[in-house]
């Protein structure tokens, strides 16, 4: 059981963009505002690469790489952007490797979301960024994707955006968090210096 991620790609390449609140939208951009020229960003359970496009639209000196198991997703990545068949817990990349990580909508899919945070922190530059955007299971919106979920038999390894900086803490890195009806964007760092961005304050 569980989503058939594989067989939506189609679907996901024409409406996930939709299933993102407007609000999310100026909060990735301010994010990426702090990246170095050029900077590698892994957009992580990144599917058709929703997040890469945003990320390509709002930077587009930036050097995106898609994630994700499901080849029928990857299938509908933007043309020229790098692809890699990979789970989370399993990345297949290098320490250090990308400045930002992205992770829209996913990271209670993973079934070992616990893994996948240290997968993060390994493949992260010190000082490097991670973003999520995800559903608050005790709230508005959040109570209905989750309860939806578990129903479809995913994973449904849902934080708070409280528990997940809790959990990001004993990873070395310190967020911050907007919520809105029961989804939130998280933004954290990694401890340690990131490379000079490209618009310093
Ligand atoms: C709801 S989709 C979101 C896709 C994309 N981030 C977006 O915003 O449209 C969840 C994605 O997580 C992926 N996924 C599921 N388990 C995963 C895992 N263990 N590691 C990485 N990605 C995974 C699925 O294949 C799917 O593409």
Redesign the pocket.
């Known amino acids: 059981m569980g989503i058939p991620?594989d067989q939506l790609g189609r679907l996901?390449a024409l409406w996930?963009h939709r299933?993102y609140p407007d609000w999310a939208w100026p909060l990735l951009a301010r994010s990426l505002e702090t990246l170095p020229p050029t900077a590698r960003v892994l957009?992580?359970?990144?599917?058709?690469g929703?997040?890469a496009r945003a990320a390509l639209a709002a930077r587009p000196d930036l050097k995106p790489v898609i994630?994700?198991?499901?080849r029928g997703?990857l299938r509908h990545a933007p043309p020229g952007v790098e692809v890699a068949v990979?789970?989370?817990?399993e990345l297949p990349f290098g320490a250090g490797r990308f400045d930002a990580v992205l992770v829209?909508?996913?990271l209670h899919?993973?079934?070992e979301p616990v893994a996948?945070l240290a997968q993060i922190a390994r493949v992260l530059e010190p000082g490097g960024l991670l973003w999520i955007y995800d559903f608050d299971p005790r709230r508005g919106i959040g109570r209905w994707v989750y309860w939806g979920e578990r129903l479809l038999g995913e994973p449904a390894r849902f934080f708070s955006p409280e528990a997940l900086l809790e959990r990001l803490a004993e990873h070395d890195f310190t967020g911050v968090y907007e919520a809105r009806g029961g989804r939130y964007v998280l933004s954290a760092r990694l401890a340690g210096t990131p490379r000079a961005t490209a618009h310093p304050a």
């Open positions: 991620f996901f996930g299933t957009d992580l359970g990144g599917g058709t929703v997040l994630a994700d198991p499901a997703m990979a789970r989370a817990e829209g909508e996913a899919h993973f079934q996948a």
